[in-house]
C-alpha cells in the first residue's frame, strides 16, 4: 500500500537547477527520515541527502553539500530536494526512500532521471 513516486527529473545545462519531488502515499509505519539516493551511470548506488521529521534536520552527502537542499511538505506528505549548480557528475537516476526506526531503507522509489550536459 505504500507507494513513493519520485517526479521533477529531466534535462538541464551545468550550474543549473532542478528541484525533484517524491510523494508518499499510504502509511509508513515508524517512518522517521525521508532520503535520497542516486545512482550514476556505470556505478554503484551513492547516497545524498536525509531530511528527518524532527525539527527538519537534514543532512548532505560531502559531494552535493552547498548545493543541494532538501525540504518536506508534510502536509502533501511530499519532499522537495532542491538543486542548485548541478554539474556532469550529478547524472544519476534519483531514488527517494523512507527510513523506519527498525526496518532501516524499508519503502522506495522507481527513480527519476537527471542528466546534467
Known amino acids: 500500500h505504500v507507494q513513493l513516486v519520485e517526479s521533477g527529473g529531466g534535462l538541464v545545462q551545468p550550474g543549473g537547477t532542478l528541484r525533484l519531488s517524491c510523494a508518499v502515499s499510504g502509511y509508513t509505519p515508524n517512518s522517521y527520515c525521508m532520503g535520497w539516493f542516486r545512482q550514476a551511470p556505470g556505478k554503484g548506488p551513492e547516497w545524498v541527502s536525509n531530511i528527518y521529521s524532527a525539527a527538519s534536520n537534514t543532512y548532505y552527502a560531502d559531494s552535493v553539500k552547498g548545493r543541494f537542499t532538501i525540504s518536506r511538505d508534510n502536509a502533501q506528505n511530499t519532499v522537495y530536494p532542491q538543486m542548485n549548480s548541478l554539474r556532469t557528475e550529478d547524472t544519476a537516476l534519483y531514488y527517494c526512500?523512507?527510513?523506519?526506526?527498525?526496518?532501516?531503507?524499508?519503502?522506495w522509489g522507481q527513480g527519476t532521471q537527471v542528466t546534467v550536459s
Open positions: 526512500a523512507s527510513h523506519t526506526v527498525v526496518g532501516g531503507w524499508s519503502y
